[in-house]
């Protein structure tokens, strides 16, 4: 870490603990609104939040007989279905984004696919719940993300069943397994032709290699049909970005791009017993680690089967869009912040590096401390209330060029009951000192 912290310092912009390799130009133009937009809402929307068991998983891990699992076709009849709302609630959430599950490992999809099972044909719902949702949050300014998984346990030409039971070995019958590579492809043509989503977001990737999915001729078909898509870490070797799943990264994950994806409690799908809903509180803090790494927060939400979203977790993303709202600068389009060693907790940068925002979560003990920081401050002000914090340099000393102890006030009454932002408006593009950098006194 250590290696790279000087030379990111030598370069003058040192934002160090948060290197990653540049992109390419023309991915970097691709990437930008998912770069920008920070917070993403996931939907797992299936026939298992009938009997609200374990998406795909209950009846693979032999929690659940498959004719069971299956039984709950009939009771799918998304009845108070309302996508509009649905894309509204997003909208006030603060995320730029949804991804929906159009078709999970089980193989049911949402939408009226011409081959294998889907809610249209197959369930009282009668049907499609992708076109209307797409529609919705285009209508409210929204970017739409489709789930796809690569896996399909219900198709007869996919080679795994459950745990316990596998149909054949696909070295022993690649015709067979062929089929089901055109069977998929033919899916997600349907889906590109019917609802062009911005991103594709798969799974499943990890039961074959690349070269079994044809991954690479899975991309080039996206990319020929929209050169603007995205498409996740998940369609192995070829993913724009990558996807850590539940835990919230200790370090920076290695790629440029990333997207935490996180249950809201610790279900995907809706399950009545699990009650384990993360607080508001919680969730923006881990938004704001989020912020702080460079990536995304993908939250997940698991609707009821009749379509209707449990009560905490409306309550919980109106919540968190209530704190971007007064936030909203230290959010959107913001890059990964400064390292712990300069100022203990959570910070990103503004678009233009001149603007530091540190997090402080609850009242803090006496004035915020950054270390380092070779910027003189023009101003500080706390975000929401824009009330100004007090600036307070000790200890600068030029033969080092040690910058000196910047401390902060931040007046209780301009304290956000959950985090406060604090603006740091610099002198130029953000520069952190480091006393091992080359470039003479504080590099
Ligand atoms: C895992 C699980 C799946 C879930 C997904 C979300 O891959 O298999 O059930 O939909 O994570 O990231």
Redesign the pocket.
């Known amino acids: 870490m250590r290696r790279w912290l000087i030379a990111a310092c030598c370069a003058g912009l040192c934002l160090a603990a948060h290197a990653a390799p540049a992109p390419a130009p023309g991915k970097a133009q691709r990437m930008q609104w998912f770069a920008d937009a920070k917070f993403g809402i996931?939907i797992?929307y299936g026939i298992y939040s009938v009997d609200g068991v374990a998406?795909?998983?209950s009846f693979f891990d032999d929690k659940i007989p498959y004719a069971d699992y299956m039984k709950q076709l009939k009771g799918f009849t998304a009845s108070h279905y309302d996508p509009q709302a649905w894309a509204d609630l997003i909208r006030q959430s603060g995320a730029r984004y949804a991804v929906l599950?159009s078709k999970?490992?089980d193989g049911v999809a949402l939408w009226d696919t011409k081959q294998g099972l889907n809610v249209v044909k197959d369930t009282p719902a009668k049907r499609d719940l992708v076109a209307p949702f797409v529609a919705a949050l285009r209508r409210d300014g929204l970017k739409v993300g489709l789930?796809y998984s690569l896996i399909d346990w219900s198709s007869p030409d996919y080679p795994a069943f459950t745990k316990t039971k596998t149909r054949y070995d696909i070295r022993n019958d690649p015709a067979r397994w062929n089929r089901f590579v055109a069977y998929y492809q033919n899916q997600l043509r349907d889906l590109m032709d019917r609802y062009n989503p911005d991103l594709y977001w798969f799974?499943?990737d990890w039961e074959h290699s690349a070269g079994e999915w044809h991954a690479k001729q899975t991309h080039d078909m996206i990319f020929a049909h929209n050169p603007g898509a995205i498409v996740n870490s998940r369609l192995p070797g070829y993913g724009d970005y990558g996807?850590p799943?539940q835990g919230v990264p200790i370090v920076r994950p290695p790629q440029p791009y990333w997207e935490l994806?996180m249950t809201i409690n610790d279900s995907?799908g809706w399950q009545p017993q699990d009650r384990a809903f993360k607080t508001p509180d919680e969730l923006i803090r881990i938004l704001t680690d989020t912020l702080a790494m460079g990536g995304n927060l993908l939250l997940?939400i698991g609707p009821r089967a009749d379509g209707t979203i449990p009560r905490e977790e409306v309550s919980a993303l109106k919540q968190i869009g209530q704190w971007i709202g007064r936030n909203r600068d230290a959010v959107y389009g913001t890059r990964a912040g400064i390292p712990k060693d300069y100022y203990y907790g959570d910070s990103d940068v503004s678009p233009d590096g001149r603007t530091l925002y540190l997090f402080v979560t609850g009242k803090p003990i006496g004035p915020l401390l950054v270390k380092g920081l070779k910027n003189r401050v023009l101003g500080a002000r706390v975000l929401g209330s824009g009330a100004a914090a007090t600036t307070r340099l000790s200890g600068k000393w030029s033969s080092t060029g040690a910058p000196g102890l910047l401390y902060i006030d931040v007046p209780d009454g301009a304290l956000d009951p959950v985090v406060t932002t604090v603006a740091l408006r610099l002198d130029g593009p953000l520069a952190l000192f480091h006393p091992d950098a080359k470039t003479g006194a504080g590099g």
């Open positions: 996931f797992h998406e795909s998983w599950t999970h490992h789930y799974d499943g996807t799943e994806c995907w997940d």
